[in-house]
C-alpha cells in the first residue's frame, strides 16, 4: 500500500488533469489535495472526483474557486476507490497540485 504522495502536477492553463487515480479494486485511497497559484494575480480553479479525466456537472467538489496570488488552499478527507480520479483544473498556467495521503484496504 501507498503513502505519502501519492500525486503531483503543474497544470496546464484551461485543461483537466488527473492528479491522482484510485487505487486497485478492494483498496480505497484517503487523500488531501494542496492547490499553490505560483502566480501574483489571482486564479480560478476547479477540482473534482470524477469517473474520467473530464467530469460531469455534478462531480465537482470546486467550481471556480478562486485562489489569490501568492497562496494555497487544500481540499482534506477524500476518499478515491477503483475507478475514480481526482482532476484538476486551472484558468491559467502555474498551478501546483499535490495530493497526498494513503491507501488501505476497503472493508
Known amino acids: 500500500m501507498s503513502n505519502g504522495r501519492l500525486g503531483a502536477v503543474d497544470l496546464a492553463a484551461t485543461t483537466n488533469t488527473t492528479v491522482y487515480a484510485g487505487p486497485a479494486s478492494g483498496k480505497v485511497g484517503t487523500v488531501t ?56 483544473y486551472s484558468d491559467v498556467a502555474n498551478v501546483s497540485v499535490v495530493a497526498y495521503g494513503f491507501e488501505e484496504v476497503s472493508s
Open 33 to 88: 489535495v494542496s492547490l499553490c497559484n505560483r502566480n501574483s494575480t489571482p486564479v480560478r480553479i476547479r477540482l473534482a472526483l470524477a469517473t474520467s479525466s473530464s467530469p460531469g456537472a455534478a462531480e465537482w467538489v470546486w467550481y471556480d474557486k478562486l485562489i489569490p496570488g501568492n497562496e494555497s488552499i487544500e481540499r482534506t478527507g477524500i476518499a478515491v476507490d477503483n475507478g475514480k480520479q481526482v482532476v484538476a
